[in-house]
């Protein structure tokens, strides 16, 4: 009896340490690019002379600057900075040209002002461009755009270009939305991808190139010369929140990742007119909200649909002084979503606009839509047979089958591109 009440005490014994030890390997500190690159004490860019693309967000994981690290380094010679939409320290709103400036002692080119490509001369001193940036996963914001115009000068210029990886805040599995329209490219979506693309910025840069991406010269195929240093102990099926990291705003409406996860879901809600989405608030792109709007008959209309893909509403309100409708209470709901592989946050979006489009359909019209047919709204979606569903009334099952396009042959082409594991 004591040798069996013994033998049971060492079996849970045995299981807790097990239990114990997979929670610790699984309790991962991503290294970044950044931090391997200190590790190695800089070797792969010794005697280099360096351009850096990078801002704010371009941090160690102990939080020092990226563009501080190399302007004391040692090992190669920072000569000069190139910094995308918002600035170094992201302040500039969405949009604002930024102008150049000087830091750590050397010229700072901004590529979000007359200039949206680096020159020839802006290159001409560095032997190598080193990019260090995070961007947050979604197709229409404009970093992997500046990444992608660097690219392209790089291979025009014989520059090689020396990417240190980040994650991508909204993981490495979800992929939404529908291929981009390749008579809709723009800065705001500047290659065929998903809008939820699910690729790092090193693997965006690996399928730009694979993929023949970059714009022909007298009808050859370009590519760029470039290298990754990986992060360690990241995995594709992580939130950031399972990272170890902090997280630093990459523009003045992105403090968080929880507004990330927002702007997912309502980013193109924002460029239509109908509702407010909560820029200026506390809770950006956690809203979807107007004046005229009924909280109650609109969040029972869309909550089990939102809840189908990965996201939870409810009712809230909001008034700020600026915006679509200044310094009147938006009604509406309020958008939670946790960031998990298999949510789809595009999807979701839609469906809050076939919402908008079920009590506001005056909304929904060429007409109503700016600048139609080359909205802003248009180029965020970049598919022509949804945008034309949507204000052409036709059924919310068209709008919702246009949202395939092209999903599964990207995800198929991607996975030649992939650096990192699941699990």
């Not at 939102?306 to 409708?325: A, C, E, Q």
Request: proline fraction near 6%; glycine fraction near 8%.
């Amino acid at each position: 009896m004591i040798f069996h009440e013994m033998r049971m005490t060492i079996v849970a014994l045995l299981m807790f340490l097990c239990i114990t030890l997979d929670a610790q390997e699984t309790n991962y500190h991503v290294m970044l690019g950044i931090d391997n690159l200190i590790e190695m004490n800089s070797l792969p860019l010794q005697g280099k002379k360096i351009s850096l693309l990078t801002n704010t967000s371009g941090r160690t994981s102990d939080l020092t600057l990226t563009a501080e690290v190399f302007s004391r380094n040692q090992e190669c010679t920072l000569v000069s900075i190139l910094t995308p939409e918002h600035g170094f320290y992201a302040t500039a709103p969405a949009g604002q040209d930024v102008g150049n400036e000087t830091l750590y002692d050397v010229p700072v080119y901004s590529l979000y002002g007359k200039y949206r490509r680096p020159t020839k001369s802006m290159l001409e001193s560095c032997d190598i461009v080193v990019v260090d940036i995070q961007d947050i996963g979604i197709r229409s914001y404009t970093y992997i755009s500046t990444l992608y115009n660097v690219m392209d000068a790089c291979a025009e210029y014989g520059k090689q270009l020396f990417i240190l990886d980040r994650p991508n805040p909204l993981g490495g599995m979800l992929i939404d939305g529908s291929i981009a329209d390749t008579n809709l490219l723009s800065f705001v979506g500047i290659v065929p991808i998903p809008y939820i693309h699910g690729l790092t910025i090193g693997e965006f840069a690996l399928y730009v190139n694979g993929e023949e991406l970059l714009p022909k010269r007298n009808g050859k195929v370009v590519k760029a010369d470039v290298q990754i240093l990986k992060m360690k102990h990241w995995k594709r099926f992580m939130k950031w929140e399972d990272t170890g990291l902090s997280f630093v705003p990459t523009s003045p409406n992105i403090p968080n990742v929880a507004a990330i996860r927002g702007a997912a879901i309502t980013g193109p809600i924002g460029e239509i007119g109908s509702a407010g989405i909560g820029i200026g608030t506390t809770f950006p792109f956690q809203y979807c909200a107007s004046p005229d709007i009924d909280p109650p008959s609109f969040l029972q209309y869309v909550k089990d649909n939102l809840l189908l893909y990965g996201v939870r509403s409810g009712i809230g309100v909001y008034r700020i002084p600026t915006g679509k409708f200044p310094n009147k209470d938006c009604k509406g709901i309020m958008l939670f979503t946790d960031g998990m592989p298999d949510d789809k946050p595009f999807t979701a979006g839609v469906e809050l606009l076939l919402a908008l489009r079920h009590f506001f359909p005056e909304q929904f019209t060429k007409q109503f839509v700016k600048d139609e047919p080359t909205s802003m709204f248009r180029k965020i979606m970049s598919n022509n047979a949804l945008v034309n569903a949507l204000l052409q009334n036709e059924t919310d099952d068209e709008v919702r089958s246009a949202l395939l396009k092209g999903r599964s042959e990207f995800e198929e082409k991607r996975e030649k591109y992939l650096l990192y594991s699941l699990y």
